[in-house]
């Protein structure tokens, strides 16, 4: 009967310590999950012919940035605005090729409205956080050819 017991005693030192790596295991997993997903998204916008205007309902947690890209052309006016029920979605636009913020022409201490004008033909991105928390937003996005009169 005590070899009876000992077995049993392995067998079930054997399981914990199955049971442990499994743990481990998860948790490396669903880290190793939430540093991959930790950026936001990342959405190309595509305006379509004859459309200028695109928007956008999204979420993003506290931490992370979601990113819109898009091309725009010189002497086009950009129009960018971003809504929130908790008034906690910000953003930024800015020149991929430089880095640089665009000017606001609107205010330049606001980060909830934008209007400015494109001088450089090229891509660039508009970058969305929570100012507070996570944050559920509608980004509206407008890009519209300037017209000169003589």
Known sequence: MNSLVI????????V??????LFFAV????????????DGIY?????????????????????DTDTYIFRANKNQDLKVSITSVQENAVFTVVNVKTGKLLENTA???????F?????????????????DGNASYKLSV???NRYFEF
């Open 142 to 144: 407008e890009l519209e």
């Open 27 to 38: 948790i490396i997993f669903f880290t190793a999950v939430t540093l991959v997903n930790a």
């Open 16 to 21: 914990k310590l199955k049971m442990k790596k």
């Open 107 to 113: 205010d330049s201490n606001k980060t909830t409205e």
């Open 115 to 131: 209007l400015g004008a494109i001088t450089v033909s090229g891509e660039y991105k508009i970058l969305v956080k929570p100012s």
């Open 43 to 63: 959405k190309r916008i595509k305006f379509e012919k004859g459309k200028s205007w695109f928007i956008f309902s999204g979420a993003v947690v506290d931490g």
């Open 7 to 14: 077995n049993y005693e392995q067998l079930i030192n054997k």
